[in-house]
Structures are given as structure tokens and as C-alpha cells.
């Protein structure tokens, strides 16, 4: 393997067994490097989009039930693709929604307070709308976020979290902790957290432990059923390449999906399909996560994800995009190191297995903002979020080490 601590960008690219994978997407004119954000547009989209126009034309309203795309049951198109890739059952996982539709969804099953444990623990930089989330769900039960909501941040002068206040955290709340809820990558720092190391603390006190995705799927390998999470949620628009608002996804462990006991919020997509349309108003709920499930399909959305989840199983799955990934962030901090010493600091944590393949960057001396708006300019693609940081992620699907080459010496000559 070609060593990135050596070789140059280009040995690197010629080297890479994935770097054919660039040509099945567009790209934006200039160096495209948040797909934290939003990734890009596989070509194959455009075709799997026209695909279902055309037979909306031509079958109209048979198109629900029309061949193997019927609109019907579209959405088990992407069942194996997003188990293999978050490390699940096909019963355990689901497309549906938006992420913060979902996280409802599945903490009114998961969130069941009572007078002695109603507290949700979530990270005190939580992404606002999982704080909202959180805070609004503790409200409609009846409860008081100033006491039942609990946050863990960073220590003082430190960026990311460590694992050992979390789990102390988890324990010293205990008995009253009915949920942990935390991302299995922040989205500040790009931190790994480590979900079977929580998992087992919450579980350990008797609380529900669930995860937001939003910024791992895609990004590093996850083994949720093994790691025993009791539910998760995610978005497909950013390193699942869905598109802007693209279709969610949504897991719920195994052990959980037939349990007809739990509190859930019900709709006509979640009931069996062999006597839905018989249109009784029992319900009779599907044996998989799938009985979450409210509407039916938005097939335009999920055509998008299905060309792009085909691209992964290309790529021969998270394994082989976390090789090359792991790969990009030695060579970008050695790039960083060689050319902006101690001008740019990366917030991101040092150890590889707290990594995903997003950066955060501060600029040390001068002003980040001015900085991020002058890449900008120069058709630099990454983005700003607030107090200080510039995020960008190089991601293994489509950017190269030159993508990784040409930004560092963009930003050695901008960063004063």
C-alpha cells in the first residue's frame, strides 16, 4: 500500500483502487469538500429520477403496483443496502421520513418517563434541532427541561468529548436517566463517539440509548445490531448522496420491532400490506421496524439514494471506503503539518479511531470567517459553522488526494 506519509497526492491517486468512482458523480467546478454537508450528485441519479417520471407518465397510478419498481414497496429497494452499511438486520432497518421526523417517531417509543426516571442526556453541542427535538418531547410529557434535560460537553479548553465523563456522566444520573442521546459522529469536531461503549453504560442503568447518524452513515463502519443500540436515525443527503432533502433512514433493534407494547405513533404505511387495503381500522402492525413507517414512499427521493447506495456496494462496502479514508486523513495531516504548522489548528481528535473523514479547522492567528469566505471565492467548497471552525471533508467515494493537495495549498496562501 502506498505509504501517505511519503507519497505524493498523485502516487496516491494512481494507487487507489477506488478512485474510478470519481467519474460516476458530478462535481461542482473547483475542489469539492463538503459532503458532510451535502454530498454530490451521482450520475446515475439523474437516470434512476427520469426512470420513475417516465413511468408516472406511462402508468400513472398502476405504477404503484407495477414491476419489480413498483412504487408500492419501492422502499425495500434500499433495505439491504443501508443494513449492510450501518451494520443491521433487514427488519431492523427502514427509509422514511426526514431525521428529525424520525427521532419523534422513535422517542415516543423510547422516551416513556415516569416521576422517578424522565431525564434525556444528550452533548451540551448537540445540533440544534436534536436539542429541540429533546427538549419539546421532555415538554409533551409533562416534564421540565431545566430538570430533566442533561448535558455533557467538552472539558474546559478541550474541543471533544472523553468517553470516561460520558460513562460517569451516564452513572451519576442513574436511576433518573430514562434516555441517552448522542451522535455517533459530532458535527462540529467530526468526533467518533464510541456507540458500544455508551450503549452498554445507559443499558447498565436501566435507560434507552439511541444515536443520530446524521454524520456517520457513510463515513465510518457501524455495527449497531452487535453494539445492541436500541434505535438510530439518520439523514441520506449528506455521505449517502440523496440529494437535498433526501428520505431518512431509521433503525430499530431487533429485540424491539415486534413489540406491540410500545407506545408508537401510528399510520397506514406501518400496517401489514396484505390486508392494508382491505381499509380496516385495527391495526395490524408489520413485524419489523417497518410498522414506524406513517406514508407512503417519496420514489423520487429514495430513486436518488438507490443510485447512490449502488455506488457503495461498488466500492465493496464501509471497509474498503474506511481503508482509503483513513488513508486521505494521514496524508491531510501531513499536508497540514508541512505547509501550516501551527497557523491552523484541527479541532478534530488525533486518534484514528475517533475519526471520521470530516476536519474542523481553525484558523490560529486572523480571522477564520475572513478566511472561509476567501475559500470560498477561490471555488473552494467546504463551510463555516459558528464559533470558529471551517469543516471539510474529503470523502472517500469521490475526492482525491490532489482534491486534499490543492486545498492545503490554497489555504497556506490565505491563512496568514
Known amino acids: 500500500m502506498t505509504d501517505p506519509s511519503t507519497s505524493s497526492a498523485a502516487e496516491l491517486d494512481a494507487a487507489d483502487p477506488l478512485a474510478n468512482l470519481r467519474h460516476e458523480f458530478e462535481l461542482p467546478e473547483g475542489i469539492y469538500l463538503v459532503g458532510n454537508s451535502l454530498g454530490a450528485l451521482p450520475k446515475a441519479a439523474r437516470t434512476a429520477i427520469q426512470t420513475e417520471v417516465d413511468r408516472w407518465a406511462t402508468l400513472g397510478v398502476e405504477g404503484h403496483f407495477t414491476g419489480e419498481l413498483a412504487w ?7 433495505t439491504q443496502p443501508m443494513a449492510a452499511l450501518t451494520g443491521t438486520h ?13 427521532l419523534h417517531l422513535l422517542m415516543v417509543s423510547f422516551y416513556t418517563p415516569t416521576p422517578q426516571r424522565h431525564k434525556i442526556l444528550i452533548e451540551a ?5 436534536d436539542h429541540f427535538a429533546a427538549e419539546s418531547q421532555i415538554r409533551q410529557r409533562g416534564f421540565d427541561p431545566a430538570t430533566s434535560l442533561i448535558t ?3 472539558r474546559d479548553g478541550e474541543s471533544v468529548l472523553r468517553t470516561d465523563d460520558i460513562v460517569a456522566t451516564i452513572a451519576e444520573h442513574g436511576e433518573e436517566l430514562c434516555l441517552v442521546l448522542l451522535p455517533g459522529v459530532q458535527y462540529y469536531t467530526g468526533q467518533v463517539l464510541p456507540i458500544a461503549e455508551i450503549t452498554e453504560a445507559g443499558h447498565a442503568v436501566g435507560a434507552m440509548v439511541g444515536f443520530d447518524l446524521a454524520h456517520a452513515v457513510g ?21 449517502l448522496n440523496s440529494g437535498p432533502g433526501g428520505v431518512a433512514g431509521a433503525f430499530v433493534h431487533r429485540r424491539h420491532v415486534t413489540n406491540q407494547d410500545l407506545p408508537k405513533f401510528l399510520g397506514w404505511w406501518g ?7 382491505a381499509m380496516a381500522t385495527e391495526f395490524d402492525a408489520m413485524q419489523s421496524v417497518e410498522s414506524w413507517q406513517l406514508s407512503n414512499a417519496p420514489i423520487f427521493q429514495m430513486a436518488a439514494l438507490r443510485a447512490s447506495l449502488d455506488l457503495f456496494q ?8 474506511r481503508a482509503k479514508s483513513e488513508q486521505q486523513i494521514r496524508f491531510f495531516d501531513r499536508r497540514l503539518t508541512e505547509s501550516l504548522g501551527d497557523r491552523v489548528e484541527n479541532l478534530s481528535p488525533a486518534e484514528m479511531h475517533q475519526r471520521g473523514c470530516q476536519f474542523a479547522l481553525r484558523v490560529v492567528s486572523g480571522d477564520g470567517r475572513a478566511v472561509f469566505e476567501q475559500l470560498e471565492h477561490e471555488r473552494v467548497f467546504c463551510d463555516w459553522r459558528e464559533p470558529d ?23 497556506d496562501r490565505i491563512v496568514p
Open 152 to 154: 455533557i460537553g467538552p
Open 271 to 277: 400496517t401489514n400490506p396484505e390486508t392494508r387495503f
Open 314 to 321: 461498488q466500492a465493496g462496502g464501509m471497509s474498503a471506503l
Open 219 to 239: 463515513n465510518i463502519e457501524l455495527n449497531l445490531h452487535d453494539d445492541d443500540v436500541d434505535f438510530a436515525a439518520w439523514c441520506t443527503y449528506k455521505y
Open 125 to 129: 453541542g448537540a445540533f440544534p434541532s
Open 90 to 102: 433487514s427488519d431492523e432497518v427502514v427509509a422514511m421520513n426526514g431525521l428529525t421526523v424520525n
Open 72 to 78: 408500492k414497496n419501492y422502499h425495500e429497494l434500499l
Open 389 to 411: 471552525a471551517i469543516r471539510v471533508a474529503p470523502v472517500p467515494l469521490y475526492n482525491s488526494f490532489d482534491d486534499i493537495d490543492r486545498f492545503v495549498d490554497i489555504l
